[in-house]
Every structure is written in structure tokens, then in C-alpha cells.
């Protein structure tokens, strides 16, 4: 078990530096030249002295494969350059703006997770009648709403209409409140459909069936035979939904001015800030594999199969 | 004092259109083995599900009155005390993600007993059904197991439970000879020793002709002859018994 | 759980959303098909004098901050927005067909391969991917499509692989190999007909979720630009007069959110229908 961590962890290191490349040689060969985009952000009219200049600064008249070198050189010392647009090193600023983002992520994830499971058990339990017609109902909503609409809807209602909560930044917890449901609305759906059905297909099996038939009284069916056995699902969609949070992180963040590192993300995008999206893709890719990670050891934990059958998803 | 009997009235199962089992009823009685036979849907497994109310989603149940020496008892009150259930395919019976320790726990745990007094009657059971390296079998799981264990699993889960009365559904057809031929031999033990009274659901003649006493024929849902086994054997008085017993022949080159 | 609680009502609601599903999704296309001659007024024409209206008369849901006919803009962003939804999903087929079909078929070296290269794309979530590519190749909306179709492709391929290995042990496909036909013509003409429904239950269940990254994705200002008319272009527009107009981010995102359910209602009625084993779902 240990090793097959050890092994996952160290199969982290290849794919960054494939991912890093990729994205090194795919930016440079890109439809803009870096070398302009630092220049217009720079506020420097691009004369044609000027982009000599910068080009020869950044290193970018050297061929590609050494400006790579240079770059994951620096990098390896966890230097990744200087942002095109705020003039600080990128990792300062990533690391700057991530713990508002790891607060939003982290609240929306456990706000999925709060509401998901009741939700899912209820309309299992009460297949057919009316508690499950009205969570199937409110989860088709949730799935079908874009986020960013649902971010406004809230921000009309709560602060023009209701005037209850700030609409903008980060600093009291009122500020919280409607970024975090407008991220979890989704997730919380998915999960609370996913639960269900996953119970659903669970109470189906005949070893519920057999269980009953051992006498077990109902309320002991449930919690070990079929919520038991649904969980492993759960987990591993909770786990593809992180990625979905910061997804949802990335849109959210830029309408509630959120100083997280998905609005500056977004920004460099359009802003063709290089360095930045270097680093940051690069940041989410570890992530990203991290998390895979840590889903697949809880599944391992939870289903002796893997466990013992040999870990080979 | 009349024997001890579990009697099912008049139980009757349907799908949406059709009817699949009409109007069952039988008796069993301690110490003597009831076989149910009859080709494949007839109704027997069906039956033997449907007594207890365990019928999948889509079924609906009707009749089927359950009377426990004359009294009248819920289908939930039979289930696991007083009578316990052995199903065909053994494997998918039990809970993938769940140990056979954790099986008899919560098995034992409905009688009351835990703990020390458990784990022994644990290892007791499983001796009596000849599992004997308990240590090994308890801690495994179900797909760590063979079929012909794992059917003596739930034999033991079944002695453990202590009901007097066991239903057998199809038990050994998805077993090898030799795995069929010990699982009979440890049934019938049972049956002499403690006095189980067993319905056995089977299409195999074989079985009915080693354990059965009394033969109940299934045809489309209904018992068509009500037999016990020598008179079975000698002259059986419906198609569908005679059916049975050519085909029987046939695959094991006796006499009709 | 008495087997009496069994109550066959499925039937019913199925039809019901099936039906409901279908007609939303059939008025979406005939918008999309003959919007600009059902718009009242030319979406694109800017009249300053006439912005920020009210619903009146002329304007049935009023004017943009260019002095724009909403409701023309409106039907004439279902165009858009189907169309590059349906691209996309040719795409995401396409791949997924391709891949999917190689590996499930072929088997070997070259199935793992194409496995840990569909798992690498799948450890990626789709909008963050989509977002990667468009830094990659830049914004617009074919950049934005081409960037949407590599973040779901791997999912299609895993199933099509999936499908074709279950389809490969079956008996006919070993008589047409025993009658002579060859790999390509026994793929052809037995194995797609079998997963074309499986994928079809898919793809539908997967266009919502496909039109909310590309309305996504625009909102954000990478995929289609100013002055078109689309949906999510428009809640962009808008989000400056959100405290003065909030009507304005009303109906496009209204727009979006009765497309995606339609979709989502046709999907689900569809999986219900073709898939009985996940009926209960």
C-alpha cells in the first residue's frame, strides 16, 4: 500500500515536466508573441528598439529548447519568473492569492458534502413518493443553472433587492455566503443525484437481500449494507469534483471580485501574462494529480477489492 | 403434542400481467426434508423468496400467511428466527465489502449475544459445518472464498441464527459434484442431528432422491402433485413429475 | 420493504419527460434554424437613443445598453449557441469513436496506451481544461469549441472502448470473422450499431453540461466576442448594470438555463428509456 503511494508520488514528477513542456512549446509557438504582450502591459510603446530589447531581456531570441532549460532550471529553485503584468514574481502572487481560494474551495466542497448526503438519502429511502420527487426535481435545477447567471440572481436578490449581504470582496463571513452557493449549487446537485442513484442501485443487490432475510432489522440494512457499499461512488465523484469547484472557482471569483487565484488566473489568460500561466498550470496540474491521489487511497481504504486484489485501477 | 410445523397458506405472486405463483401452499415439519421441484420457471425460487417477503422490486405479494405451530407470524418475524435462508450463488449473497466475521456478528447480534460469547459460538458453527480453519475463514471476504465454502457459510450463519427451520434455495446448482455431495451430507447431518426442518428448493432429482422425505411438484406456479419421495419415484401421477424423472434418468442411466 | 410498495408508475413519468424533453429541445432547434426570421427586429442594430429600455410594445423584453431589440438578440443566440454546441459534440464523437474504437478493437500496447492517455486527459476537469486550451490557442469561439472537445473526448473514448470490448466476445461478430469479413467491415457494420445507443444517451445527457462551458467560457470573455449575439456574451454585457438593470442578465441566462434543462430532461427520459438497468436512476 505504502509503496504503491510512494510510486504514484513519484510518477507526479514525469508528468509536471511532460505538462510543463507542452505547455512551454505551446505558448511560445502561440498566436502572440510574448514578447509584445510584455510590452503592452509594461505600458511601453512597441517600437521596434524596444521589442529588440525585451527580447534579448526575456531570453526570447534564444531557441526554444534553451529558453525551456533556463526556465525549468529557474523553476526547480522555485523561481518562476516575473509576472508580465504586476511586475512581482509569479509564485509570490500565486501564493498570495491561494488561501482565498482554498477557503471558497474548501467551504463550497464541505457545503456539497452537507447537503449531497442528506439529500441523496432522503429521496433513496422515499423512492417513488414525494421526498424524492422534490430532490430529483430540485437537482435537475441545480444541474441545469449556469453558475455565473446563479451568482447574479443571488447578488439581485441578496444585496440589491433584500440588501442582506455585501456583494463584492473578501473580508467578513456575509461575503462568503454567495460565492460559496453560487460554486456548490452544482456539486451539491451531481452528489445528491450520484448518492442516490448509487443507494438506489445498492439496495438493489442481493446481498441487501440476504441480509434481510438473516432478520436484520431495517435500519441496520441500511447503514451497513447499503450505505456501506454506496460510498465508494461518492468518493470517487467527490474526488472529480474538486476539479469542478475550481472550475466553478474561476468564474465565481471574477464576479464577486474575489481575491482568489482563479480571477487572476482569468486575467492573465487575457491579458497573454506568460509567465503566470505557466506556473499556474502547472500548480493545477499537481494539484489535480494530488487529489487523484487521495481518492483513489480512500477507495483502496474502502473497498478491501482493490486492497487486496492488487491496486491496479 | 403434535410435531412442529411451519405452514405457508395460500401465497400467491404476480408481475404486472402475469401470475407466478398461484395459490402456494406447504407445510414443513422439524427433522424432515420438503423438496420443491420443477423446471426452470415454475415458480420455485420465486415461492421460496415470496415466503418470506423478499420478492425483487415489481412483484407484488398476495396471501402467502405464515403460521409457526398455529400461530399466525409476519414474514418479518420469520425472517432470520425462524427460519433462515440459503441462496443459490453464494458469492453475491454477501456483502463484497464486509468480512464473514462481520457477517456473524451482526447475525449473532440479534440473539443478544456478543462479544466472547460470540467468537466461540463463531468457531462453533463453523466447525459443526466443517469450515474449521475459522481464523482464516472469518477474517476473509467473499470473493477470497469458494462457492462450496461460502454455501457453508450460510449454513453457519444459519446454526448461528438457531432457527429450527432452513430454506434452501437451489443450493447446489452451482456447485461441483464433490462440493454438491459434502454440502448434502452436511444438510442432512443437520437434519437428523438438530432437527432442522428444511425446504429444498431443487430441479435436481438426484438431491430429492439422497434428502428429500417429501416431494412437492411445481408446474407454472402451482403444485401439481403433493408426494413423498418413494411414491415419487415409484409412480409419480402428474406430466410434470414424469417430465422430471426421464430427464433424470436420462442424464444418470437408470431405470425408469 | 414490502414488495406491495411497488408501484409501476415509471411508465407515466417517463413518457412525460420524454415528451416534455423532446418538444423543448425541437422548439430550441426551430429557433435555431429559422431565428432570424422569427426576430421582430435586426439583432445587431445599434440605436443609441432607444438604450436601456423597458419592456414595451415594440421591444417585448426592452433594449441592451446599445439600444438593441433583447428578444431578437435572444433568438437569434440559440443559432449560435446550438450550433457550436453540435460542433462540438461531432468533434467530441469523433475522438471518442476513433479512440475509443482502436484501443476497444485493437487491443495490446496500443489499447494501454490510448488508456493512460485518455486518463490523463480525464484527470482534468472539463472547464479548467477548456480554460487550458484557450490559453493555449487563444481565444474565440472555434478555439473555445476545439478546447471544449479535447476536455470531453476521454470520456466517450473510455466508453466506446468499453462498449467495443463487450461487443468483441459476442457470437455473431466471431461468425462474421469465421465468414471471412474483415476487421473493418465487422466494426463497421456489428459493432456501431450496437453502441450507438449507450453513446446517444451520453452525448444528450452531456449537451447541457457542453452549453454551460461554452456560455462559460464566453462569459469570461474567451470564446465569442462582442457584438455577436450569444447568451453568455450577453450576461457579460450585462453584469455592469446588474444594480441599475438586472433584467438584462435575466433573460439570457434564462435562455441558457431552459436549454440546458431541455436537454437535461431529454437525456434523462432517454437513459430511463434505453437503459432499463439504471431505470431507478
Given at each position: 500500500m505504502l509503496r504503491y503511494i510512494l510510486l504514484r508520488l513519484l510518477l507526479l514528477v514525469p508528468v509536471m515536466l511532460a505538462v510543463s513542456l507542452l505547455v512551454f512549446v505551446l505558448l511560445h509557438l502561440g498566436s502572440t508573441d510574448p514578447a509584445l504582450d510584455y510590452l503592452r502591459l509594461s505600458h511601453i510603446p512597441p517600437t521596434d528598439a524596444a521589442v529588440a530589447e525585451v527580447r534579448q531581456?526575456?531570453?526570447?531570441?534564444?531557441?526554444?529548447?534553451?529558453?525551456?532549460?533556463?526556465?525549468?532550471?529557474?523553476a526547480l529553485q522555485l523561481d518562476f519568473g516575473i509576472s508580465y503584468l504586476t511586475g512581482r514574481p509569479v509564485l509570490d502572487d500565486l501564493l498570495y492569492y491561494l488561501p482565498a481560494t482554498l477557503q471558497l474551495g474548501g467551504l463550497a466542497l464541505a457545503c456539497t458534502l452537507?447537503?449531497?448526503?442528506?439529500?441523496?438519502?432522503?429521496?433513496?429511502?422515499?423512492?417513488?413518493?414525494?421526498?424524492?420527487?422534490?430532490?430529483?426535481?430540485?437537482?435537475?435545477?441545480?444541474?441545469?443553472?449556469?453558475?455565473?447567471?446563479?451568482?447574479?440572481?443571488?447578488?439581485?436578490?441578496?444585496?440589491?433587492?433584500?440588501?442582506?449581504?455585501?456583494?463584492?470582496?473578501?473580508?467578513?463571513?456575509?461575503?462568503?455566503?454567495?460565492?460559496?452557493?453560487?460554486?456548490?449549487?452544482?456539486?451539491?446537485?451531481?452528489?445528491?443525484?450520484?448518492?442516490?442513484?448509487?443507494?438506489?442501485?445498492?439496495?438493489?443487490?442481493r446481498h441487501v437481500t440476504y441480509a434481510r432475510a438473516r432478520?436484520?432489522?431495517?435500519?441496520?440494512?441500511?447503514?451497513?449494507?447499503?450505505?456501506?457499499?454506496?460510498?465508494?461512488?461518492?468518493?470517487?465523484?467527490?474526488?472529480?469534483?474538486?476539479?469542478?469547484l475550481i472550475g466553478g472557482a474561476l468564474v465565481i471569483e471574477t464576479i464577486f471580485a474575489w481575491p482568489g487565484v482563479g480571477r487572476f488566473a482569468v486575467s492573465a489568460v487575457l491579458n497573454r501574462d506568460f509567465p503566470v500561466m505557466q506556473c499556474f498550470t502547472l500548480l493545477l496540474t499537481g494539484l489535480l494529480m494530488l487529489c487523484n491521489l487521495l481518492v483513489d487511497i480512500c477507495y483502496a481504504w474502502l473497498d478491501p477489492r482493490s486492497r487486496l486484489q492488487g491496486v491496479d485501477a | 403434542m403434535p410435531t412442529p410445523t411451519l405452514e405457508l397458506r395460500t401465497l400467491s405472486v404476480a408481475s404486472r400481467n402475469t401470475l407466478l405463483v398461484d395459490q402456494l401452499s406447504l407445510q414443513l415439519h422439524r427433522g424432515k426434508v420438503c423438496a420443491l421441484v420443477g423446471s426452470s420457471g415454475s415458480g420455485k425460487s420465486l415461492s421460496c423468496l415470496g415466503m418470506l417477503d423478499l420478492l425483487p422490486q415489481g412483484l407484488r405479494r398476495s396471501g402467502g400467511e405464515l403460521l409457526l405451530d398455529g400461530v399466525s407470524l409476519a414474514p418479518a418475524q420469520v425472517r432470520g428466527h425462524v427460519a433462515s435462508l440459503v441462496l443459490q450463488n453464494p458469492r453475491s449473497a454477501f456483502n463484497p465489502v464486509r468480512s464473514m466475521a462481520s457477517h456473524a456478528q451482526e447475525t449473532l447480534k440479534l440473539r443478544g449475544v456478543h462479544g466472547a460469547d460470540a467468537r466461540q459460538q463463531m468457531i462453533e458453527c463453523l466447525a459443526a459445518v466443517g469450515l474449521g480453519d475459522h481464523q482464516r475463514v472469518l477474517e476473509s471476504f467473499a470473493f477470497q472464498l469458494s462457492g462450496g465454502m461460502l454455501q457453508r457459510m450460510?449454513?453457519?450463519l444459519a446454526l448461528m441464527a438457531q432457527t429450527p427451520y432452513l430454506l434452501a434455495d437451489e443450493p447446489t446448482s452451482?456447485?461441483?459434484?464433490?462440493?454438491?455431495?459434502?454440502f448434502l451430507e452436511l444438510l442432512m447431518e443437520l437434519v437428523e442431528g438438530h432437527g432442522l426442518g428444511v425446504l429444498l428448493v431443487t430441479h435436481d432429482m438426484g438431491v430429492v432422491a439422497r434428502c428429500a422425505d417429501h416431494v412437492l411438484v411445481m408446474d407454472a406456479g402451482r403444485i401439481v402433485e403433493r408426494q413423498d419421495t418413494q411414491g415419487l419415484f415409484d409412480a409419480p401421477a402428474s406430466a410434470s413429475a414424469r417430465t422430471l424423472l426421464d430427464a433424470h434418468h436420462l442424464l444418470t442411466g437408470g431405470h425408469p | 420493504m414490502s414488495a406491495f410498495a411497488a408501484v409501476p408508475h415509471k411508465p407515466l413519468r417517463l413518457r412525460w419527460s420524454l415528451a416534455a424533453g423532446a418538444l423543448l429541445v425541437s422548439l430550441l432547434v426551430l429557433l435555431a434554424v429559422f431565428g432570424q426570421w422569427l426576430?421582430?427586429?435586426?439583432?445587431?442594430?445599434?440605436?443609441?437613443?432607444?438604450?436601456?429600455?423597458?419592456?414595451?410594445?415594440?421591444h417585448w423584453l426592452g433594449t441592451d445598453h446599445l439600444g438593441r431589440d433583447l428578444l431578437s438578440r435572444l433568438i437569434v443566440g440559440t443559432r449560435l449557441s446550438l450550433g457550436s454546441v453540435l460542433l462540438t459534440l461531432s468533434l467530441v464523437l469523433a475522438l471518442g469513436l476513433l479512440v475509443g474504437g482502436v484501443a476497444g478493437f485493437v487491443g495490446g500496447?496500443?489499447?494501454?496506451?490510448?488508456?493512460?492517455?485518455?486518463?490523463?486527459?480525464?484527470?482534468?476537469?472539463?472547464?479548467?481544461?477548456?480554460?487550458?486550451?484557450?490559453?493555449?490557442?487563444?481565444?474565440?469561439?472555434?478555439?473555445?469549441?476545439?478546447?471544449?472537445?479535447?476536455?470531453?473526448?476521454?470520456?466517450?473514448?473510455?466508453?466506446?472502448?468499453?462498449?467495443?470490448?463487450?461487443?468483441?466476445?459476442?457470437?455473431?461478430?466471431?461468425?462474421?470473422?469465421?465468414?471471412?469479413?474483415?476487421?473493418?467491415?465487422?466494426?463497421?457494420?456489428?459493432?456501431?450499431?450496437?453502441i450507438a445507443g449507450p453513446l446517444l444517451?451520453?452525448?444528450?445527457?452531456?449537451?447541457?453540461?457542453?452549453?454551460?462551458?461554452?456560455?462559460?467560457?464566453?462569459?469570461?470573455?474567451?470564446?465569442?466576442?462582442?457584438?455577436?449575439?450569444?447568451?453568455?456574451?450577453?450576461?457579460n454585457d450585462a453584469k455592469e448594470f446588474i444594480w441599475t438593470h438586472p433584467q438584462l442578465l435575466l433573460w439570457p441566462g434564462l435562455m441558457i438555463f431552459f436549454s440546458v434543462m431541455a436537454f437535461n430532461l431529454l437525456g434523462d427520459a432517454l437513459r430511463d428509456r434505453l437503459d432499463p438497468a439504471q431505470e431507478r436512476h
Amino acid at each position: 500500500m505504502l509503496r504503491y503511494i510512494l510510486l504514484r508520488l513519484l510518477l507526479l514528477v514525469p508528468v509536471m515536466l511532460a505538462v510543463s513542456l507542452l505547455v512551454f512549446v505551446l505558448l511560445h509557438l502561440g498566436s502572440t508573441d510574448p514578447a509584445l504582450d510584455y510590452l503592452r502591459l509594461s505600458h511601453i510603446p512597441p517600437t521596434d528598439a524596444a521589442v529588440a530589447e525585451v527580447r534579448q531581456a526575456l531570453g526570447l531570441d534564444l531557441p526554444l529548447y534553451q529558453q525551456y532549460w533556463i526556465w525549468l532550471c529557474k523553476a526547480l529553485q522555485l523561481d518562476f519568473g516575473i509576472s508580465y503584468l504586476t511586475g512581482r514574481p509569479v509564485l509570490d502572487d500565486l501564493l498570495y492569492y491561494l488561501p482565498a481560494t482554498l477557503q471558497l474551495g474548501g467551504l463550497a466542497l464541505a457545503c456539497t458534502l452537507l447537503f449531497a448526503v442528506p439529500l441523496g438519502l432522503l429521496a433513496a429511502r422515499w423512492q417513488g413518493r414525494w421526498p424524492d420527487h422534490a430532490v430529483r426535481a430540485v437537482t435537475f435545477i441545480g444541474v441545469s443553472m449556469p453558475n455565473f447567471w446563479l451568482a447574479f440572481l443571488l447578488i439581485a436578490l441578496f444585496s440589491l433587492w433584500l440588501g442582506w449581504l455585501p456583494a463584492l470582496g473578501r473580508g467578513s463571513p456575509g461575503q462568503l455566503v454567495m460565492p460559496v452557493l453560487a460554486i456548490a449549487l452544482m456539486s451539491m446537485s451531481i452528489n445528491a443525484r450520484l448518492l442516490r442513484a448509487s443507494l438506489l442501485e445498492a439496495s438493489g443487490q442481493r446481498h441487501v437481500t440476504y441480509a434481510r432475510a438473516r432478520g436484520l432489522p431495517e435500519r441496520r440494512v441500511w447503514r451497513g449494507h447499503i450505505l456501506r457499499n454506496a460510498w465508494l461512488p461518492l468518493v470517487t465523484a467527490t474526488g472529480m469534483h474538486v476539479g469542478e469547484l475550481i472550475g466553478g472557482a474561476l468564474v465565481i471569483e471574477t464576479i464577486f471580485a474575489w481575491p482568489g487565484v482563479g480571477r487572476f488566473a482569468v486575467s492573465a489568460v487575457l491579458n497573454r501574462d506568460f509567465p503566470v500561466m505557466q506556473c499556474f498550470t502547472l500548480l493545477l496540474t499537481g494539484l489535480l494529480m494530488l487529489c487523484n491521489l487521495l481518492v483513489d487511497i480512500c477507495y483502496a481504504w474502502l473497498d478491501p477489492r482493490s486492497r487486496l486484489q492488487g491496486v491496479d485501477a | 403434542m403434535p410435531t412442529p410445523t411451519l405452514e405457508l397458506r395460500t401465497l400467491s405472486v404476480a408481475s404486472r400481467n402475469t401470475l407466478l405463483v398461484d395459490q402456494l401452499s406447504l407445510q414443513l415439519h422439524r427433522g424432515k426434508v420438503c423438496a420443491l421441484v420443477g423446471s426452470s420457471g415454475s415458480g420455485k425460487s420465486l415461492s421460496c423468496l415470496g415466503m418470506l417477503d423478499l420478492l425483487p422490486q415489481g412483484l407484488r405479494r398476495s396471501g402467502g400467511e405464515l403460521l409457526l405451530d398455529g400461530v399466525s407470524l409476519a414474514p418479518a418475524q420469520v425472517r432470520g428466527h425462524v427460519a433462515s435462508l440459503v441462496l443459490q450463488n453464494p458469492r453475491s449473497a454477501f456483502n463484497p465489502v464486509r468480512s464473514m466475521a462481520s457477517h456473524a456478528q451482526e447475525t449473532l447480534k440479534l440473539r443478544g449475544v456478543h462479544g466472547a460469547d460470540a467468537r466461540q459460538q463463531m468457531i462453533e458453527c463453523l466447525a459443526a459445518v466443517g469450515l474449521g480453519d475459522h481464523q482464516r475463514v472469518l477474517e476473509s471476504f467473499a470473493f477470497q472464498l469458494s462457492g462450496g465454502m461460502l454455501q457453508r457459510m450460510m449454513i453457519a450463519l444459519a446454526l448461528m441464527a438457531q432457527t429450527p427451520y432452513l430454506l434452501a434455495d437451489e443450493p447446489t446448482s452451482d456447485l461441483d459434484a464433490l462440493s454438491q455431495a459434502r454440502f448434502l451430507e452436511l444438510l442432512m447431518e443437520l437434519v437428523e442431528g438438530h432437527g432442522l426442518g428444511v425446504l429444498l428448493v431443487t430441479h435436481d432429482m438426484g438431491v430429492v432422491a439422497r434428502c428429500a422425505d417429501h416431494v412437492l411438484v411445481m408446474d407454472a406456479g402451482r403444485i401439481v402433485e403433493r408426494q413423498d419421495t418413494q411414491g415419487l419415484f415409484d409412480a409419480p401421477a402428474s406430466a410434470s413429475a414424469r417430465t422430471l424423472l426421464d430427464a433424470h434418468h436420462l442424464l444418470t442411466g437408470g431405470h425408469p | 420493504m414490502s414488495a406491495f410498495a411497488a408501484v409501476p408508475h415509471k411508465p407515466l413519468r417517463l413518457r412525460w419527460s420524454l415528451a416534455a424533453g423532446a418538444l423543448l429541445v425541437s422548439l430550441l432547434v426551430l429557433l435555431a434554424v429559422f431565428g432570424q426570421w422569427l426576430a421582430p427586429h435586426d439583432p445587431d442594430l445599434i440605436d443609441v437613443g432607444q438604450r436601456l429600455q423597458p419592456a414595451s410594445m415594440s421591444h417585448w423584453l426592452g433594449t441592451d445598453h446599445l439600444g438593441r431589440d433583447l428578444l431578437s438578440r435572444l433568438i437569434v443566440g440559440t443559432r449560435l449557441s446550438l450550433g457550436s454546441v453540435l460542433l462540438t459534440l461531432s468533434l467530441v464523437l469523433a475522438l471518442g469513436l476513433l479512440v475509443g474504437g482502436v484501443a476497444g478493437f485493437v487491443g495490446g500496447k496500443l489499447d494501454l496506451l490510448l488508456m493512460r492517455l485518455c486518463d490523463m486527459f480525464m484527470t482534468f476537469p472539463t472547464l479548467v481544461l477548456a480554460f487550458f486550451f484557450v490559453t493555449l490557442l487563444g481565444t474565440g469561439l472555434t478555439n473555445v469549441i476545439v478546447a471544449i472537445a479535447l476536455s470531453h473526448w476521454a470520456w466517450y473514448a473510455r466508453m466506446v472502448r468499453g462498449l467495443v470490448i463487450a461487443q468483441r466476445g459476442r457470437e455473431y461478430l466471431l461468425a462474421a470473422r469465421l465468414a471471412g469479413a474483415s476487421r473493418w467491415s465487422r466494426l463497421r457494420q456489428h459493432v456501431v450499431p450496437n453502441i450507438a445507443g449507450p453513446l446517444l444517451v451520453l452525448a444528450t445527457m452531456d449537451i447541457g453540461h457542453m452549453m454551460l462551458h461554452v456560455s462559460g467560457l464566453s462569459f469570461l470573455g474567451l470564446g465569442v466576442t462582442p457584438p455577436t449575439a450569444e447568451w453568455g456574451v450577453m450576461i457579460n454585457d450585462a453584469k455592469e448594470f446588474i444594480w441599475t438593470h438586472p433584467q438584462l442578465l435575466l433573460w439570457p441566462g434564462l435562455m441558457i438555463f431552459f436549454s440546458v434543462m431541455a436537454f437535461n430532461l431529454l437525456g434523462d427520459a432517454l437513459r430511463d428509456r434505453l437503459d432499463p438497468a439504471q431505470e431507478r436512476h
